[in-house]
């Protein structure tokens, strides 16, 4: 089962029209994708996230703070009651990201931590984002007890020091096209080790369409694109690769309902 593991619907130039988001929709369920899980990245979002998804059962959400949006403030009251719905199926995005903004590191941290706590209060896995922050990172989900209910490192483009860390502490890794841009030889390397019980494929659309799409806005239909490329990449067949990456997909997100 082909599932889109991290891509933002609201912010697709589709977006704001019914009529066209639900043909981006449409054109992932052409191309196979069952499921997608549509993440939030700031909190005053959310709500008109969750609306505008409402009509399609296949998209799962996610509540959170994205580390570069930390300065559009994180209230912990709020984000436990949307990570509460019953269609949000994982904490974040959150985590580090030391690469684009530096500058707000300790704001990140801040926010990292709480919302590992509130993962845990909720019991709904994280969505990690670290970039620049492997250290930090991969204690921050020691020091926080994140284990207990796991999680991903999204976009993956970390070494595999790092990704051995977080699938030692339960994590998944998800990858999405940058793995197909022609700059990606130690990423391939990482991805093919990372063993089949602990991978994910996404898009993080609207950003990073995969080639043969680049250029262009991304969308969850181009998931099957990443999918095709990992599956060769590792030597292994398709329908077995979207297979074991959507079990993998509702073992860690143990909330989220399959629709049949
Ligand atoms: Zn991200
Ligand atoms: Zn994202």
Sequence with gaps: MLIDSHCHLDRLKAAPDHQSLSKVIGNATENGVEYMLCVNVRQQEFKLMQEKVAPFPQV????????????????????????????????????????????????????????????????????????????DTISMLKNGNADKVGGVLHCFTENWEMAKAAIDLGFYI????????????????????????????????????????????????FVRDVAEFVAELRGEKYQDLIEYTGENFFVLFKTANRLK
């Design 174 to 221: 998800s990858v999405s096209g940058i793995v197909t841009f022609k700059n990606a030889g130690e990423l391939r390397s990482v991805i093919r080790k990372v063993p089949k019980d602990r991978l994910m494929v996404e898009t993080d659309s609207p950003y990073l369409a995969p080639v043969p799409h680049r250029g262009k806005e991304n969308q969850p239909a």
């Design 60 to 135: 799962f959400l996610s509540s959170g703070v994205h580390p570069l949006d930390v300065e559009s403030g994180l209230d912990d009251n709020m984000l436990l009651e949307s990570a509460r719905h019953e269609r949000v199926i994982a904490v974040g995005e959150t985590g580090l990201d030391y690469f684009y903004s530096p500058e707000t590191k300790e704001l990140q941290q801040d926010c990292f931590e709480r919302q590992i706590a509130l993962s845990l209060k909720v019991d709904k896995p994280l969505i990690v984002h670290t970039r620049d922050a492997r250290d």
